[in-house]
């Protein structure tokens, strides 16, 4: 087969499927691309869903607080009415509470005056154990004074809430920026859920201080708002979406990475995409939040199409298709070639003998002809015919005659070496050899005339020797432009016509 046309068979082979499965690559890329995109997109919904619902609860802090900040007196009565219906249709707040300031030299004569409605009310703290002791001495004190809803929070009536350590920082915050300061993420304890939430402070003054000290010192105590981060998660983000993906949230303020609520567990084998997607949400009452978000495979494959497989398979298909037919093509050119050579060869070859035939010899001689007129060569050319065949064929039959041709065919194909050279059937039972740059063709040609008589087939009827003979004329000649190489036959047949009537089994040179 030819190497050609199969390397190229190969090479569109391999650049078929390597196309193919680039190709298959590229749209897989492009759609997790548009995946990604979506993906995003929906995040970034997600995380603005979740900060509308937050902002909507703080401003629902900030209301109450602008209603407090222009009551005469703080009443407990008045302080139910703005807060009850407000908390029976916010499930995201849990309570709202009042924290005064209380300076150390005052905290006797307060808590007594407390004791009168509430028996027992003192300023208190929790102790490492989580019990309920009395507030160390400090210049200052923060105890919930009035707490709504009252049932859920009775506990928490005293709580100085500067004797803890997250509720402290924020409370501190907000007295010095005069602004809602939310704690990082608390633990609610009293939730039946376990849910995390924070607080937010609000401070109140007497007056409106515009800096620093006279924020410190014109402090009168905080309204703050218990927030239930799931209860907003919840309604911010419908529970179909969570489906398609795990999210938390993750508190980042001051470069901390604490999670405050998360959809799932990313290890529970759902999640092939590692890398999660994060929205930052606006600064909320000085916290810095954030959601990470990672699609899970259900989503992704949701979103998948059959684009690339059906581009590869097709791209397979197409390429095996092309490839089988370009080596069916090519196979059927080499068989037609195959057989056009084997026409050729036969055209060529003398069908009993196996040599040249007298259509390669004139061919051939007119070639060698040409190539010694063009290089200034001599050419030679031998004309061997047997003798006395006539009586041969009489006497042993025309069948033995033909093998006796085959015979002296190989015979005289032995002697004969260059690929240039050429033994042929010149006629019935005359052969010829042509021989381009032969200097002592006269000795090839005695050569030629000793290895058909070593053959010693018995030719009894032979007028001189018992065994065939053949007689050969010779012939040289360095053609010029214009000759003929029917000129070097004609000289060949002249010598052999000597040959022939000098006596037969000889060799005669023009
Ligand atoms: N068996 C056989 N005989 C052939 C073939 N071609 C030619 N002949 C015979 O070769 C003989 C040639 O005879 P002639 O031309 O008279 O020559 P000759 O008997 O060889 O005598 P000289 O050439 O003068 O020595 C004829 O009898 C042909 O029939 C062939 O293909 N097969």
């Known amino acids: 087969m030819n190497t050609k046309p199969l390397l190229a068979i190969i090479v569109f082979l391999i650049s078929g499927v390597s196309g193919s499965w680039w190709m298959a690559q590229w749209l897989k890329d492009s759609e997790t691309r548009v995946i990604e995109a979506s993906f995003e ?28 900040d222009v009551l005469p007196v703080l009443t407990e009565e008045s302080f139910d009415v703005l807060t009850r219906d407000v908390l029976a249709r916010t499930s995201a707040i849990q309570a709202f509470a009042w924290a005064p300031r209380v300076v150390h030299e005052a905290r006797a004569q307060f808590e007594l ?3 009168s409605d509430i028996p027992g009310f003192a300023i208190t703290a929790r102790s490492p154990t989580d019990a ?3 507030a160390p001495v400090a210049p200052e004190y923060y105890p919930v004074y009035y707490i709504e809803p009252l049932r859920d929070n009775q506990a928490a009536l005293g709580f100085d809430l500067s004797t803890e350590a997250r509720r402290r920082a924020a409370l501190l915050a907000a007295r010095d920026q005069g602004e ?30 515009t800096d620093l000290a006279s924020r410190r010192r014109e402090l009168i105590g905080f309204f703050n708002g218990v927030f239930r981060l799931g209860d907003m998660f919840a309604s911010a983000i419908e529970t179909t979406d969570l489906d398609t993906m795990y999210l938390r949230l993750v508190d980042r303020t001051n470069g901390q990475n604490e999670v405050l609520l998360e959809s799932g567990s990313l290890d529970d084998g759902q999640y092939s995409m590692t890398n999660a997607y994060r929205h930052t949400l606006s600064p909320i009452a000085g916290r810095q939040w954030e959601i990470q978000a990672v699609p899970n495979n259900a989503y992704v494959s949701s979103q998948r199409s059959w684009v690339p497989q059906m581009t590869l398979g097709g791209g397979l298909i197409i390429t095996l298709l092309l490839s089988s037919y370009g080596l069916m093509v090519l196979r059927k050119n080499s068989q037609l070639k195959r057989a056009k050579d084997e026409l050729e ?7 009993l003998t196996g040599v040249a035939n007298r259509r390669h010899f004139d061919q051939h001689l007119d070639e060698q002809w040409q190539l010694s007129v063009r290089e200034l060569g001599a050419i030679s050319l031998l004309i061997i015919d047997i003798d006395h065949f006539k009586n041969f064929n009489d006497q042993f039959g025309h069948q033995a005659g033909d093998e006796c041709l085959m015979k002296v065919a190989r015979a005289l194909n032995t002697v004969i070496k260059r690929p240039t050279d050429l033994v042929a ?21 005695e050569a ?11 030719n009894p009827r032979h007028g001189v020797k018992s065994v065939l003979t053949v007689s050969v004329g010779v012939s040289t000649m360095e053609p010029h432009r214009g000759s003929e190489f029917t000129d070097l036959i004609a000289s060949a047949d002249r010598a052999l016509y000597r040959a022939k009537s000098s006596g037969r089994n000889r060799v005669e040179v023009a």
């Open 345 to 351: 060869q036969i055209s060529l070859t003398d069908g």
């Open 180 to 209: 809602m300061v939310a704690t990082a993420g608390i633990r609610l304890v009293q939730e039946t859920s376990d849910q995390v939430g924070f607080l937010v402070f609000t401070p109140v003054y007497s007056g409106r201080p």
């Open 425 to 445: 059937r010149y006629g019935g039972e005359e052969f010829a050899v042509i021989l381009p740059n032969t200097t002592r063709a006269d000795e090839l040609a």
């Open 448 to 458: 030629c005339r000793e290895r058909v008589e070593a053959l010693r087939i018995e």
């Open 41 to 68: 997109n929906d995040v970034a919904r997600h995380t603005a869903a979740l900060e509308r619902e937050i902002l909507l609860n703080l401003e629902i802090l900030f209301s109450i607080k602008g209603a407090l």
């Open 113 to 115: 005056e407390r004791q």
């Open 132 to 134: 309920v002791v009395p």
